[in-house]
């Protein structure tokens, strides 16, 4: 596993979007999601099939749990970075989920993301 895939790619892939479905295949099986991720596609969803179309294809990827040491992070991002240039809860949550686990975040946001220090990113550029 080498790569934490954002909220915001998966809700390409779960459009039809072809480019992000092509990107997110090219990945393999070398991905995971936060399982902040995978509540946020949850709320996302628009009935109870949708959430049970998301379930199963997220089912064989790894999600990340939510921890102590994730939290902490967390805590110390939003310190350094919620005044001065904006970061939220649920992104700090995300970065430091990657940084804790040594993950590369994969994003479309990369302004919400690029001041962190420690943190691999990669924006695609499907």
């Known amino acids: 596993m080498r790569f934490l895939i954002d909220s915001n790619i998966l809700i390409d892939v779960s459009r ?14 070398s991905w995971a999601i936060s399982q902040l991720t995978a509540m946020e596609l949850i709320v996302g969803a628009r009935d109870k099939r949708e959430v049970e179309t998301i379930d ?18 967390a805590y110390e991002l939003l310190r350094s970075y919620a005044k001065s240039h904006g970061l939220h809860v649920f992104d700090s949550l995300i970065a430091a989920t990657a940084i804790e686990t040594g993950l590369t975040l994969v994003t479309l946001n990369r ?15 499907y």
């Open 16 to 29: 039809g979007k072809r480019a992000a479905i092509c990107y997110v295949d090219e990945l393999g099986d």
């Open 56 to 73: 199963a294809f997220l089912s064989p990827y790894a999600v990340v749990p939510l921890n102590e040491t994730i939290g902490t992070r």
């Open 111 to 125: 302004k919400h993301y690029q001041m962190i220090g420690g943190l691999r990113l990669l924006v695609p550029e």
